[in-house]
């Protein structure tokens, strides 16, 4: 199975700053790599599909890099509604893995 | 607007059986992979299984294959999980999926469901 790594595992930050999340692949993933953001008790939402890619609707300050094994995750100026847990999951082999999450608290 | 609401949560003994429900909405079902995808009590996300298009390809995570089936009935616009031999591990939220269909079957949800309970208790 490909083992996905988020570093860190929790964040805090302020309103306004610039947040890079990482997640690293145990194996080449080329860039079947999805992000999604969860709020609690609510179910996750995709962000960005394809390492790159927006999903219609999210905000232009969320952004992804990466192709290979090293993925970024980049929110360029952290808003109220950002604070939540994000995730990282794989779609080229099964199983399709999931990092353990990255929860992005308020300073 | 996609919709996407799950059924069929709730308590069961350890060794015991549940059918979760899907019903799906504003979107041509028969189009998309469909997935399951589940988070116990404070952890992170775990995906569970993928039902190809018209149900001919399945995949599941290790630790569910022998005891749960995905399926589905493009009839009804509707998903199904059977879960058999229930363990105190399989306790969690367990979410319906659609497939986002960028890569085809290797592609990621793109719509969740609200989610249902499983508790997996004596």
């Known amino acids: 199975d490909i083992q996905m790594t988020q570093s860190p595992s929790s964040l805090s930050a302020s309103v306004g700053d610039r947040v890079t999340i990482t997640c690293r692949a145990s194996q080449s993933i080329s860039d079947y790599l999805n992000w999604y953001q969860q709020k609690p008790g609510k179910a996750p939402e995709l962000l960005i599909y394809?390492?790159?890619t927006l999903q219609s609707g999210v905000p232009s300050r969320f952004s992804g890099s990466g192709s290979g094994t090293d993925f970024t995750l980049t929110i360029s100026s952290l808003q109220p509604e950002d604070f939540a847990t994000y995730s990282c999951q794989q779609t080229h082999g099964n199983p399709y893995t999931f990092g353990q999450g990255t929860k992005l608290e308020i300073k | 607007e996609v919709q996407l609401v799950e059924s069929g949560g709730g308590l069961v003994q350890p060794g015991g059986s549940l059918r979760l429900s899907c019903a799906a909405s504003g979107f041509t079902f028969s189009n998309f992979w469909m997935s399951w995808v589940r988070q116990a009590p404070g952890k992170g996300l775990e995906w569970v299984a993928n039902i190809k298009q018209d149900g001919s390809d399945k995949y599941y995570v290790d630790s569910v294959k022998g005891r749960f089936t995905i399926s589905r009935d493009n009839a009804k616009n509707s998903l199904y999980l059977q879960m058999n031999s229930l363990r105190a591990e399989d306790m969690a939220v367990y979410y319906c999926?659609?497939?986002?269909?960028?890569?085809?079957?290797?592609?990621?949800?793109?719509?969740w469901g609200q989610g249902t309970l499983v508790t997996v208790s004596s």
């Open positions: 999926a659609r497939v986002g269909g960028w890569y085809g079957g290797n592609s990621g949800p793109d719509y």
């Open positions: 394809a390492a790159s």
